[in-house]
């Protein structure tokens, strides 16, 4: 992963000509700023340092450079002078000043400046706080104070003078090697750019990209901490094109579904510096497309993207947590190709047209209310993640999977995306322990729904031949609900399947009859196996003779009676697997006919 990101840094930063410090700023935090204050201050000839008052400008984009903005510490300065505005005086008494205090001892012009804003600190206070006051509310926010210099010809900014520069440098990579009093470098080959020279053994952390503590027993030589360079010491350039690697990541490449943000890392095989080109360039154009439309998702871009390219080079998705400005690593994947996400988009695309999802079919099942095929009805209505033609699949898998359980979600994935094989009773036993609160709590539309979601993931992952083992999921050859039992390979699941579909015949003419349905009481909780189904299937039977209703539903019953008779000693189906062909079965069943003539009136 530390090798990828490297890689990419330093193509992006070759392929920018990106200046060394601009790898480091942190000049996307300011894009909510509007307005800079410049406290300007006059050199003469004789190097003299004299204060000349405070000028507003607007800010630019183009001038990120010359702010020199770079984030410190909460508690104490930035690492240049450039600090954005909280309160007036506090920030620039706190952060601005401070700055100029700290550093005094490091170079004549720093000294000099401290010694002119002191002289005249309470002028230039007097007029940040006039101009900051006059300002309207909206540009009031993320002002940025700085410094620049003015000689008789020309006006220079903080990145014309190499020691705020230098400064700037030394500060914000001290992290790479210095934790608390204690430093970890050392001489050795470094571990990205394979040359021998000073290495610094906490770059990992310093980056954000750790699974572990380094300060932790276990994660260090010797438990040890200075000897941390010795493990995988990197030097001070990769230092920085590891850093531009991890910006651009998060400028482009960082994506927050169903939960969890993630980074996309992609690793170039060969000709690293055409096919980059080329995938930066597509990068580049679905952003512009994106300043055009609010409907464009971010992941949809990506998937633009995606189904462009060969397997010239190969994805890494990395899940990540921040927690109190902490960044925690919660999973990985690696080697996703281009060519197997292309297979999931396309099994995706045909997965929902499929004849048994389509517009008509839905009407039979959910009615007229909502138009087009399943997803787009649940697109519409799902108010906790946006779906869409490419990431319906790990939406309606979230659906199963609870948030608590993210390690379960993210192993699944995981096997999803590197074509790694998936266990067909884990997921079926997920899916019931979702329709089975759904029945406990009579949400039975909601039933349906999630019934249907499941249909489609199971025929989803089937397709793809996910699932280990002989287990398979054939539906998605069904036509229309009618057609769902012909499309089952197991009498076991015929029978369970035409049972769902007799039992909710008989809650319909309960319901006609007493405006009630009791018999749902008496399902176990859709907690069935085989000798529940034989007792159910006896319990109906009695019910419907005496609601005087068998007759209508004979041809079934025969089918069902049937189908036991030939799985008597070779009932294969599990409590979940036997529960969900039953619920299926009830689901379809209100307008289910086992042939033309099977069903007169009810």
Known sequence: MLSSMYELGKLWVQKENMDTINIVLDSDKLKNTNKVLFVDMNINDNGEVNYDCVTLEDYSKKKNLNYLYKKGSSRGTNLSPSSL????NKTFDTKFIKWFKDNAKNDELINRSLEAIDENKDNILSEIIRIYDELSSEDKRNVLLTIRFNT??????????????????????EKSYKSGSKKSIGESTCYLCDEYKEVYGLVPGYVGLTFGTADKPGNTPNFNITEQWKQAGICKDCILYL???????EKYLNFSEFGLRYYVIPTFFFSKKEVFDELYEDILEVEDKRKYSDIVEKEDEFAEIVEKLNDVLEFKFLYYEINNSSFKIIGYIESVLPSWLQQIYQTQ?????????????????????NLGNFIKRIQNNNKNYPLNEHNWYLGLLRDFIS?????YYIELVNSIMTSNKIDYDFILKKIMDKIRSNWRNEEFELMKINLFKALHLMIFLNDLKLFRGEKTMKIGEAISPENILDTLD???????FLLGVLTRKLTLIQYAQLGS?????KLWGLNLDYDKIKQLYVKIIDKLTEY??????????????????ITDEKWNLNKNETSYYFVLGYTVGKDFKLNEEGENNE
Do not use: R, W
Request: hydrophobic share 35%; aromatic share 14%; proline share 4%.
């Open 243 to 249: 850093e531009a690697g991890k910006k651009f990541v």
């Open 548 to 565: 005087n209703s068998f007759h209508y539903y004979s041809d079934i019953e025969e089918e069902i009676t049937l189908n036991l008779a």
């Open 85 to 88: 505005i909280t309160e007036p």
């Open 349 to 369: 695309q045909k997965v929902k047209s499929l004849p048994l999802f389509n517009e008509d079919n839905m009407k039979i099942i959910f009615g007229e209310k």
């Open 403 to 407: 948030f608590n359980e993210n390690k």
């Open 152 to 173: 008789n010809e020309n006006t220079y900014y903080l990145n014309d003078y190499d020691i705020f520069k230098n400064l700037l440098l030394e500060k914000a990579t």
């Open 517 to 521: 349905t009791p018999f749902v009481k």
């Open 490 to 496: 197991d009498p076991a699941k015929k029978a369970c």
